[in-house]
């Protein structure tokens, strides 16, 4: 299957700073790429879906200040956690929808932010 | 919008055994049912999936059947193993915004 790739996997910053993840298709072209968030033994939470080259579409609850998403290409999105704070710890997924697919999505591997 | 339940939260099997997990959903117009597997600390991976024009569709030890009129779609595992162990998540997807809702997650213990 296609190929998602995710970075940092892991990161521990200082609480006030902030932190970027890139989610990248590796080996197809992708318009359209979500981010989740998921805490401990729970589903995915839908945080925003990400256009190239438009605007993300913020999930309800979800503050677009607080989390940036870049979708500047259509093999790169990024999602930049701003003035992080201890409770903005947990596992940041991306997923990436295939141009010439309808509806099957590939994930990345995830990113384990650690606030403190 | 879309609504997936998932059952059973917790499935504990022999090495050996078969395993299925169920979802069910409640928009009629979803056509596209993708099965993750959730490996502590990663991400999701695609293992399975089927579309509405079929009722079934099985990749070696692992099988998907489907009900359009009862809305609700199973995976099969057969045959398992301890690397089975994972947790694993339904979605069903609409047509048009192909944005998935996930089921809350199953996960699988296969004990050797």
């Known amino acids: 299957g296609a190929v998602v790739s995710q970075h940092p996997s892991r990161v521990i910053c200082k609480s006030g700073t902030s932190v970027k993840i890139e989610c990248r298709s590796l080996?197809?072209?992708?318009?359209?790429m979500f981010w989740y968030r998921q805490f401990p033994k729970q589903s995915l939470m839908l945080m925003a879906t990400?256009?190239?080259?438009?605007?993300?579409?913020?999930e309800q609850g979800v503050e677009k200040d607080k989390f940036l998403i870049n979708h500047a290409s259509l093999t790169l999105s990024t999602l930049t956690v701003t003035s992080a704070h201890p409770e903005d710890s947990s596992f940041y997924i991306c997923s990436a929808r295939d141009r010439g697919e309808t509806g099957e999505l590939f994930f990345g591997e995830g990113s384990r932010l650690t606030v403190l | 919008g879309e609504n997936v339940e998932q059952h059973p939260s917790t499935l504990s099997v022999q090495e050996g055994d078969s395993a299925v997990i169920k979802c069910t959903y409640s928009d009629s117009a979803s056509n596209y049912f993708p099965w993750y597997k959730q490996e502590l600390g990663k991400g999701p991976q695609l293992i399975i999936d089927?579309?509405?024009?079929?009722g079934e569709k099985k990749d070696q030890r692992i099988a998907v059947t489907l009900n359009k009129t009862a809305k609700h779609f199973s995976l099969h595992i057969t045959e398992t193993q301890p690397e089975d162990s994972a947790v694993y998540f339904c979605a069903g997807l609409s047509g048009g915004s192909y944005i998935p809702t996930f089921g809350r997650g199953t996960s699988l213990i296969v004990h050797p």
């Open positions: 080996d197809f072209q992708a318009t359209t």
């Open positions: 990400s256009n190239e080259g438009s605007k993300a579409t913020y």
């Open positions: 089927i579309r509405s024009n079929v």
